[in-house]
C-alpha cells in the first residue's frame, strides 16, 4: 500500500474544517461486489456561484476521480482506496476554481464555441497527461463515474479556460516560438515524439498548463472569499446489493 505522505501544514482559512483525505473516502472499498452508495465529501460556496443560498457539492466518487488524476500527473499510481491528503487538497482547489470561473463566464451570458468538441479535446489532453486513454479509463472505472459525469466537468473546465483567457490574462492563444520553447525545455509527455508529430497535442497541453497556473493564482486571491467544509459521514456505508 502507498505510504501517505506527511501532512503539509496550512493556515489558509479555505482550509479550515477539511479533515484527513482517509476521513473524506471512509470506507469505500474498491474492487468488493457490493456497490457502495455515492456519498458528498465536500461543500463549498463562493459569491461567484450563488453565495450561502446555493453551496456546491462534490461526491466521494467525484473526489477520488480527481484526487487519483492528480497523484497520476505526478506518476504515483493510488492504490486502493488509499489518497494522500495533499492530492485531494490538489483536487478540491482545482474543482473549486475552474467552477467559479465557469460561473463568471455563464454570469457574462456566453459560451465557448464548439463546447462539445472543445470538452471532447480537454478529455483527449487529461488522457495525454496521465499516461493514455486506457489508464484514464481505469481511473474512472475505479472510481465509479460515468463518460457524461467527466465531460460535465470538463464543459466547465473549457468554460473556465475561456473566461481566463479572455477576461484574466491570455493562456489559449500559442505562438511557434512559445511551442517549440515548450517542446525543448518542459517536461512533457511527448518527449519521445518528433517536434512535428506532437505539435496539436503538445499545444492543447500547453494551454493546459498556462491554464493550471491561472486557476490556482485566481483560487490565491479568492480564498477569503470561499467557504469549505468536509461533510465527514459517522459511520461507514451500507452496501447496496
Not at 466547465?156 to 479556460?161: E, I, L
Request: proline share 7%; glycine share 4%; net charge positive.
Amino acid at each position: 500500500m502507498t505510504k501517505r505522505p506527511r501532512r503539509e501544514p496550512s493556515s489558509s482559512p479555505f482550509w479550515l474544517g477539511l479533515g484527513l483525505a482517509s476521513f473524506l473516502f471512509a470506507g469505500v472499498a474498491h474492487g468488493q461486489p457490493a456497490v457502495v452508495a455515492d456519498r458528498v465529501a465536500v461543500r463549498w460556496f463562493s459569491p461567484e456561484t450563488g453565495g450561502a443560498s446555493r453551496p456546491r457539492f462534490l461526491t466521494e466518487r467525484e473526489l477520488g476521480l480527481f484526487a487519483r488524476i492528480e497523484a497520476l500527473i505526478e506518476q504515483l499510481p493510488v492504490e486502493a482506496d488509499v489518497y494522500p491528503e495533499r492530492y485531494a487538497r490538489a483536487a478540491v482547489d482545482r474543482l473549486v476554481a475552474r467552477a467559479m470561473l465557469a460561473s463568471l463566464l455563464v454570469q457574462r451570458g456566453s459560451e465557448p464555441p464548439d463546447l462539445p468538441r472543445l470538452a471532447l479535446d480537454a478529455r483527449a489532453e487529461l488522457a495525454d497527461r496521465i499516461g493514455g486513454t486506457a489508464v484514464l479509463d481505469d481511473a474512472m472505472q475505479r472510481e465509479g463515474i460515468e463518460e457524461s459525469e467527466l465531460l460535465m466537468f470538463l464543459r466547465d473546465q473549457v468554460r473556465a479556460t475561456w473566461y481566463v483567457d479572455k477576461a484574466i490574462t491570455p493562456v489559449i492563444s500559442v505562438t511557434e516560438d512559445s511551442l517549440r520553447e515548450a517542446f525543448r525545455s518542459t517536461l512533457h509527455p511527448f518527449k519521445n515524439q518528433k517536434f512535428e508529430d506532437a505539435r496539436p497535442r503538445l499545444r492543447r497541453w500547453l494551454v493546459t498548463e498556462r491554464m493550471r497556473s491561472a486557476e490556482l493564482e485566481f483560487l490565491q486571491s479568492a480564498r477569503t472569499r470561499i467557504k469549505v467544509a468536509a461533510v465527514v459521514p459517522v459511520s461507514g456505508p451500507a452496501p447496496v446489493r
